[in-house]
């Protein structure tokens, strides 16, 4: 569509501006006066408040309540177009207009301002020296020094014994439940407002999942569900084999309550850590409570190895026998001898490289998405009907991902109509996980409630949006954010 296409005269009405504006690719009309001179840009937001106001479609442009046009002279330079983006983070778009305030082109801020990604990988210079070194020594195979360094590094972030690096976090979870002992017919029980990883090994072993619903402040597995269930289970004599608490987002669960529970119970419970790497729970690392831990380092994490995972725990143990299943099960002969079934779960000598970088920088990157976070509540607060995940007592969350809530009772739009008003601004975003109970795969399994009247977690999915939260996020991009979120708010009063 050319630019003379988008342009409207001065007896335009809404019903003209509507039809101009269904065939833009941006969506902006210029009004301009007889004598071609622009006198404003007409937006879907502006036909909206028109309407709502008592216009009708047979309603002048020209009536509209006047709203300046955000205008540079020809010739404008790259810098300051990206300056005028920077000042206005709600404006999609830019009329570039000639000496007489004719325009002559509408410059779109996708073009000098690229789409803000929900969690980048943020990379920095230690980890190219560490990939050097394995290819300078050839150490491309699975082992080598790289990952030996690197387990031994993470066994000391998690407060650990023994870390064992993998090619996955999801490799990591089903090594927890092989060690321990799960079979077929065991029922284990697991976060039901998580990602499907959390899940899935449980039915790489054909064992039963349990869902347990969160509570309302942490969003974590609530600790409530988890005793009544337990209780019921115990009675009829149906205990679970293993519990699985996730970290959602990277705010730890109420793990003094939980393990309260489970050890009550004579119940081991494995940590699902994917998304907690450097968050704290009651002064020790989040993943150094249960009596397995699972990490993440893929490449939205707190920090990645393009993809990878790992297992902790201080059972030596436990670790070595997950290390021998991560290996095909090779036992210890002069020849290839196996005698159960196993993985290829190694993490390679190449991606360990990278993983010791990125942990040299771990502290820097919580300490920058906790910064995003507290931007974000800082300036969020105040706006009518939205709301912040909590931290439990005593624990201090990495906040990989900010996520907030619409009070459906005061922002009268889903989160899905925010989540698309963003894209419309260059700004991913996320829905909060669907929870397990209410996909496909998992219509078969029980889920335990946190009371009888709520379900927390398919209210938080329904409800939740997650916000761009890159560690390499810079705080012109956050505003771009805020402010579109706050727009968002007010078109909804």
Wanted: with cysteine; proline share 5%; aromatic share 6%.
């Amino acid at each position: 569509m050319t630019l003379e296409k988008q342009i409207i005269g001065p007896n335009a009405t809404i019903r003209d501006a509507l039809s101009t504006l269904n065939a833009a690719a941006i969506k902006l009309c210029l009004a301009v006066d007889a004598s071609g001179k622009l006198t404003r840009t007409v937006s879907d937001g502006d036909i909206r408040r028109a309407l709502l106001s008592q216009g009708t479609m047979a309603t002048l442009i020209s009536s509209l309540p006047k709203r300046p046009p955000l205008t540079i002279r020809q010739p404008a330079t790259d810098a300051a177009l990206q300056d005028l983006f920077n000042a206005h983070p709600d404006v999609n778009a830019i009329v570039m207009i000639d000496d007489n305030c004719r325009p002559i082109d509408l410059v779109s801020r996708e073009k000098y301002q690229p789409n803000l990604l929900l969690s980048p990988p943020h990379i920095g210079l230690a980890e190219i020296g560490y990939v050097q070194q394995a290819f300078d020594d050839n150490w491309i195979a699975p082992a080598g020094p790289n990952l030996e360094a690197f387990e031994r590094a993470l066994a000391q972030v998690s407060g650990r014994n023994a870390a064992l690096a993998l090619s996955s976090g999801t490799a990591a979870l089903h090594l927890a439940l092989r060690v321990i002992g799960i079979s077929p017919n065991d029922r284990v029980y697991v976060s039901d407002l998580t990602f499907a990883a959390s899940l899935q090994p449980i039915l790489y072993e054909r064992a039963v999942p349990v869902l347990i619903d969160s509570e309302p402040t942490t969003w974590n597995m609530s600790p409530v569900a988890l005793a009544r269930r337990l209780e019921k289970d115990s009675r009829d004599g149906t205990l679970p084999k293993a519990i699985i608490v996730v970290h959602l987002y990277g705010q730890s669960a109420d793990m003094a309550s939980l393990l309260a529970i489970s050890n009550q119970y004579k119940i081991p419970l494995i940590e699902d850590a994917a998304e907690s790497l450097g968050a704290t729970c009651q002064g020790a690392p989040s993943g150094s409570h249960g009596l397995l831990a699972a990490y993440s380092f893929n490449g939205n994490k707190i920090i990645t190895t393009s993809g990878g995972g790992a297992l902790v725990s201080d059972s030596v143990d436990l670790i070595q026998y997950a290390r021998k299943l991560s290996t095909q099960g090779r036992e210890t002969a002069e020849h290839y001898q196996h005698s159960e079934v196993a993985y290829n779960y190694r993490m390679s000598n190449v991606l360990a490289g990278i993983g010791l970088g990125q942990l040299e920088l771990l502290a820097d990157r919580v300490n920058k998405r906790r910064l995003i976070f507290q931007r974000y509540r800082d300036a969020l607060s105040n706006t009518s009907g939205i709301s912040f995940q909590a931290d439990p007592t005593n624990s201090v969350g990495n906040r990989w991902l900010t996520v907030i809530t619409l009070d459906p009772n005061i922002v009268h739009k889903h989160v899905y109509q925010l989540m698309r008003y963003l894209r419309a601004h260059g700004i991913e975003s996320r829905p909060a996980w669907k929870p397990m109970h209410m996909q496909p795969l998992c219509s078969d399994y029980a889920l335990e409630t946190h009371s009888e009247t709520d379900i927390v977690s398919s209210r938080l999915f329904l409800q939740s949006l997650c916000l761009p939260s890159g560690s390499n996020m810079t705080w012109d991009d956050q505003k771009r954010v805020i402010t579109a979120i706050q727009n968002f708010a007010k078109e909804t009063e």
